[in-house]
């Protein structure tokens, strides 16, 4: 209990509170739109991510990533219709004066710098090039714009700008081959991708086992105590009551938790660097840790219930079963493996692992006592999540929730805090994710709603349970709906879950008669009534003898 509570104290503030967004992580949004950079005649193209392939000698070589210009032609979307064009050096590098070297169709490499861009574009269209390759003076991308006052955009070939690094390649490649050609395109992403449809069902099965896990504790629990009041026992010494591993989360509790959400977060976007991203690998992996433990003893108890109920005093940790000492070092070793090659192509598998293990166990944890307490949880967390991925634009001229979910800056591929899976057809790659919050707070409300069913023994039609995790299945669609039809830009997810989950609930509740019960007292009136009947009989009982 005393491991369990240290890491509740440091998962819930540190890891629960990160990520309340989905957003599909991968080398950028397809289309980018930016307001500062006003369309005009002539400069209106979006700004377009493009796949630049080069071939050497014939044969298929390096790939890269740049960022198509406000300017000039479309580039196409498929790779079929893509040529195959031969890339030239321009000489001067710049291309702020006509090229010397004729160009008859070929791609032309151009250093960024010495003149605008629209200039550079039109001396390249001159000497005859069918498109222009920008290289730039720094590792990122940057956005082609026209200048306010620039008239001469009547531009006929696509322009692409190269991050500084690519630009370095293919200058190697051109100065050591005989013969290097290009191929631009920019593929447009499927409407659906099947990762979406499994981060939905791990999502929708993580918040399913925790709610009945949860549930299936507190009916023990209730148990438990009608036992001991109906038999008039003092404590089972030996005995450990899962009821005294609950956290009830309190209304001021749920404000709190918005407010150190919300520092935290900023802490993460003022701070975000590589050692700062290795600190949250190793909470997580502490808090993924304590979760495959809590999740594998709960298994494992049914077969081993020796083991289990064997207890050991271990310094500093207190009181640890037999059970949960064997499997420790495998849980350890895990996330430790995990942690050392995260970077590979198959990490995320270990990831969603420590994920959803940390996630079922705070589930089990953390409890909401009733609907009033999950409503303003929930609400904060709705306002929260507009704010950071909508609001924080206003504020940071970025969206702070989305570029700490992204990992920028830190030279990682985004925090840890993360369900991720590949985007198996997208020819863009990268991976569908989902924050913990996008679970955890709905998952919340929802294992409420199983608690109190089955402790007024309501049948799945006549309770909450059902509808809750409807409205949570449709909430989540409803947000990948809206992920694709904004071209892959992050996605507030509470924004569509709460709606859905809270006015289901409340609704429901109020149709029902239930509301003033569920807000207030969280548990059904019948099983309140008989426990303190049966304490006033004991009471009575006393004053009898």
């Not at 540190?14 to 949004?29: E, F, H, K, N, T």
């Not at 190793?282 to 494992?300: P, Y």
């Not at 969603?352 to 009733?370: E, F, M, R, W, Y």
């Not at 009033?372 to 001229?397: A, P, Q, R």
């Amino acid at each position: 209990m005393d491991l369990l509570n240290l890491t509740f104290v440091v998962s819930l503030a540190a890891l629960l509170s990160l990520v309340c967004c989905s957003y599909p992580v991968s080398a950028g949004d397809i289309v980018h739109h930016d307001a500062l950079a006003p369309k005009k005649p002539g400069c209106e193209n979006d700004f377009i991510l493009v796949k630049v392939q080069t071939w050497v000698n014939g044969e298929e070589d390096a790939e890269f990533v740049g960022v198509g210009a406000r300017f000039g032609t479309v580039i196409v979307s498929k790779e079929k219709n893509a040529n195959q064009t031969r890339l030239s050096l321009s000489d001067p590098r710049d291309c702020c004066k006509p090229p010397k070297n004729k160009l008859v169709g070929d791609v032309i490499m151009v250093d960024r710098g010495g003149c605008k861009f629209t200039e550079k574009a039109n001396n390249a269209e001159g000497a005859g090039a069918s498109a222009i390759l920008i290289i730039n003076n720094q590792k990122e991308l940057y956005k082609m714009v026209c200048e306010p006052d620039e008239t001469d955009l009547d531009i006929h070939i696509p322009a692409v700008m190269l991050p500084q690094d690519a630009g370095v390649t293919l200058e190697k490649m051109l100065l050591t081959n005989d013969s290097v050609s290009v191929q631009l395109y920019s593929p447009k992403r499927p409407l659906v991708d099947i990762a979406e449809v499994f981060l939905w069902l791990m999502a929708v099965g993580t918040i399913l086992c925790a709610s009945y896990w949860s549930a299936w504790s507190a009916r023990e629990a209730a148990t438990e105590q009608d036992k001991l009041l109906k038999d008039a026992a003092e404590e089972f010494p030996n005995r450990r009551s899962d009821i005294s591993s609950v956290v009830d989360i309190s209304t001021t509790t749920a404000v709190l938790f918005v407010v150190i959400a919300s520092c935290f977060l900023v802490l993460l976007y003022k701070l975000m660097s590589y050692w700062f991203i290795e600190l949250l690998v190793v909470l997580f992996c502490i808090g993924g840790v304590e979760g495959l433990q809590t999740c594998l003893v709960a298994l494992l108890s049914r077969y081993f219930m020796r083991a289990a109920e064997s207890f050991i005093k271990v310094p500093v940790l207190g009181a640890i079963s037999y059970l949960t000492l064997a499997v420790s070092p495998l849980c350890i070793t895990f996330a430790v493996v995990w942690a050392v090659y995260r970077n590979t192509t198959y990490a995320w598998i270990g990831q969603d692992i420590l994920g959803i293990a940390l996630i079922l166990t705070v589930l089990q944890i953390v409890h909401v006592p009733n609907l009033k307490v999950g409503t303003v949880l929930l609400s904060c967390g709705f306002l929260y999540d507009i704010f950071w991925v909508f609001v924080s634009k206003k504020l940071f001229h970025e969206s702070v929730m989305i570029v700490v979910a992204r990992g920028d800056k830190s030279g990682e591929d985004g925090i840890p805090m993360l369900l991720k899976i590949p985007r198996l057809f997208d020819p863009w790659g990268g991976y569908s994710i989902i924050g913990f919050g996008d679970i955890l707070l709905p998952g919340l409300l929802v294992a409420f709603a199983i608690r109190y069913d089955w402790l007024a023994n309501k049948s799945l039609r006549a309770g909450y349970f059902l509808y809750a995790m409807l409205a949570y299945g449709l909430g989540l669609l409803i947000t990948y709906v809206a992920l694709n039809l904004m071209d892959g830009h992050g996605q507030p997810a509470l924004l569509y879950i709460v709606p859905f989950t809270l006015g289901t609930f409340l609704a429901l509740g109020k149709m029902r008669g239930d509301l003033t019960v569920l807000w207030t007292q969280g548990q059904p009136e019948r099983h309140c009534t008989h426990v303190h009947l049966q304490q006033s009989d004991e009471a009575d009982g006393g004053e009898e003898r």
